[in-house]
């Protein structure tokens, strides 16, 4: 049972346009969000994260978009660079409310940054 | 060092043999997480240790594997009689553990590969 989807496992945008990366979950538990990325041999990078309580937060190029009701977060990356071609997983904590302190990762989103 | 690291690398076994892997959590993080990424999959959570303890071990696949944290610091994880199903990127993370919003901060993973 996949708590957390992305749907789809790859992305490819042109230089300077902006990449959207989506994310689905079922728990309605959930009210903590994150979004990371891997480049290859490397371990998971955190970029940036989401409380529930929220339906936005920015970073530099980076934004991330929670719906609550749709059970559905996105990330967006203004203006995407070919620093940025990685794979980005989505990943979802219920900790505050429930003290369980695993995060749910999605599978992940390959996005290919074409200059 | 600055970061959570892991040895060895890489790993190749052969089926039916024992295997360790180390993780280097950051200094002064008290929590200390495992995960696993197998080919095409989303990271899956092992094991979580806050200090010695492991307070939640529901993410291990079976009884062959294990693992152990001395001194609140390095972690082991250790798989008995390796199988070609264990073949995966071996995560480990580590956060302050404090309560509320605690971000992951992971190391740059083992591949274990059972022939």
């Known amino acids: 049972d996949q708590q957390v989807k992305q749907n789809s496992p790859s992305l490819s945008v042109q230089e300077g346009r902006i990449s959207i990366l989506n994310c689905d979950y079922t728990?309605?538990?959930?009210?903590?969000f994150l979004w990371y990325k891997k480049y290859p041999a490397e371990g998971p990078t955190f970029l940036i994260s989401?409380?529930?309580?929220?339906d936005k937060n920015e970073d530099g190029r980076f934004t991330v978009f929670l719906n609550k009701s749709a059970k559905h977060l996105s990330l967006h990356i203004v203006p995407s660079q070919p620093g940025d071609s990685a794979v980005y997983f989505c990943?979802?904590?219920?900790?505050?409310?429930?003290?369980?302190?695993?995060?749910?990762f999605g599978t992940g989103t390959r996005l290919k940054v074409l200059a | 060092g600055a970061g959570v690291s892991q040895s060895p690398s890489n790993k190749v076994t052969e089926k039916g043999k024992d295997v360790e892997l180390r993780c280097d959590p950051i200094?002064?993080?008290?929590?200390l997480y495992w995960y696993r990424q197998s080919l095409g999959q989303g990271l899956e959570f092992l094991i979580y240790?806050?200090?010695?303890?492991?307070?939640?071990k529901s993410g291990l696949p079976s009884d062959r594997f294990s693992a152990e944290r001395t001194g609140g610091s390095v972690s082991t994880l250790t798989i008995q009689r390796t199988q070609q199903e264990d073949s995966a990127v071996y995560l480990c993370?580590?956060?302050?553990?404090?309560?509320?919003?605690?971000?992951?901060?992971f190391g740059p993973g083992t591949r274990l590969t059972v022939l």
């Open positions: 990943a979802a904590s219920d900790r505050p409310t429930s003290g369980t302190y695993k995060y749910i």
């Open positions: 728990n309605s538990m959930f009210d903590y």
């Open positions: 240790f806050q200090g010695n303890s492991a307070p939640d």
């Open positions: 993370a580590s956060s302050w553990g404090t309560s509320g919003i605690d971000t992951q901060y």
């Open positions: 200094s002064g993080h008290t929590a």
């Open positions: 989401i409380s529930s309580i929220k």
